[in-house]
């Protein structure tokens, strides 16, 4: 199902609730059925800061062709935490779940916004303008700090999910206060979300940053999806570089800047990533496991994985069984 919507500052949540026949309670909007389960909520706080929940999976594929219009001198970066809610049903089917990280880019970027069949969208996206975020964080001297708040060029960063994002969202899901209070609540917690975000990305290598022009960061996740879809292939940089038309050095500068790990050190933490959820969701076997993402040796394999994850993959698979 695609879907074509304009945003012109004010969010898509109701125009996607339109589409797909949703239904509005307050500020609640529950999807059908017949399209999934779960639900979408939010708040607005002004012009300065808005947050949207997302926590529901859908039954199609729906692709949203999303054009942003702002207006003149609206300047709004985009927070999009993925990846760091429970599943809100318990499906007789099991769903996929999808990738936990954190995307910041400007909203003014025009972006097709792709939602799979059976999967999971447990997610916090906060649209904040560069006024309050440099109200909030512009004493940070820190090179990707200054992109965000400051430069005019595109750009995008994407950094994981910690811990601390992840106790914060769980207390957004069952938010513990009157709903007198709950808007109060929800705007301490999106602060929150966007303090461990800076946090993260504030301990990157302190490097001049460089403005990517639109196809740079088509390329750059180009890269990043075949990167995905060959865990068991290791990366092969020039090869890479020619596809993406781009020399070497701009690559892996670009990929750095953007995930914050060169090429091949995020490959091999996705590759890890994989095997965790192998283990974990498929119950498949180490070996199984070892061979499919391309381990010739398992010993080399186990250590690499106990490296990532601090456990063995037997024990990891025996802990999680449980």
């Known amino acids: 199902m695609k879907i074509s919507i304009t945003d012109t500052g004010s969010g898509i ?9 949703a239904t509005v309670k307050g500020r609640f ?62 499906p007789e089917n099991q769903l ?11 909203h003014a970027v025009s972006s097709i916004i792709a939602m799979p069949s059976n999967t999971i969208f447990g997610s916090v996206t906060i649209a904040v303008s560069r006024q309050y975020l440099r109200l909030l964080f ?7 700090a200054e992109s965000i708040l400051e430069t005019r060029d595109n750009f ?9 994002m992840i106790k914060t969202a769980s207390e957004m899901l069952h938010q513990p206060i009157p709903e007198s209070l709950e808007s109060h609540f929800y705007k301490l917690k999106c602060e929150e979300l966007l303090c461990y975000t800076f946090a993260l990305l504030i301990q990157r290598e302190a490097v001049p940053t460089s403005a990517m022009h639109i196809d740079d960061i088509k390329a750059i996740y180009a890269i ?20 993406a038309h781009m020399s070497e050095p701009k690559l892996r500068k670009l990929f750095k800047q953007t995930f914050g790990k060169g090429v091949f050190e995020y490959y091999q933490t996705a590759r890890m990533q994989e095997a965790a959820k192998l283990l974990k969701e498929k119950r498949m076997t180490v070996s199984e496991v070892g061979y499919q993402l391309g381990f010739i040796n398992l010993s080399h394999f186990s250590r690499v994985f106990e490296q990532h994850t601090g456990l063995k993959p037997k024990r990891y698979s025996v802990n999680e069984v449980r």
């Not at 949540?13 to 026949?21: D, K, L, N, Q, S």
Request: proline share 6%.
């Open 96 to 106: 996929s779940t999808e990738q936990a990280h954190v995307l910041i880019c400007k």
């Open 156 to 164: 995008v960063f994407e950094a994981g999910i910690s811990p601390e």
């Open 29 to 90: 909007i529950y999807i059908p059925e017949s399209k999934g389960g779960g639900y979408i909520t939010g708040f607005s706080w002004g012009a300065d800061l808005r947050m949207m929940i997302r926590n529901y999976h859908l039954k199609e594929a729906i692709f949203i062709e999303r054009t942003n219009e702002l207006a003149e001198g609206q300047e709004d970066i985009v927070f999009l935490l993925s990846g760091i809610f429970p599943s809100p049903v318990q």
């Open 138 to 144: 512009g004493k940070i001297h820190h090179p990707v």
């Open 224 to 243: 990043k999806l075949r990167l995905q879809s060959h865990l068991n292939e290791p990366p092969n940089i020039a090869a890479l570089a020619k596809e």
């Open 13 to 21: 949540t109701r125009e996607f609730a339109r589409a797909i026949g």
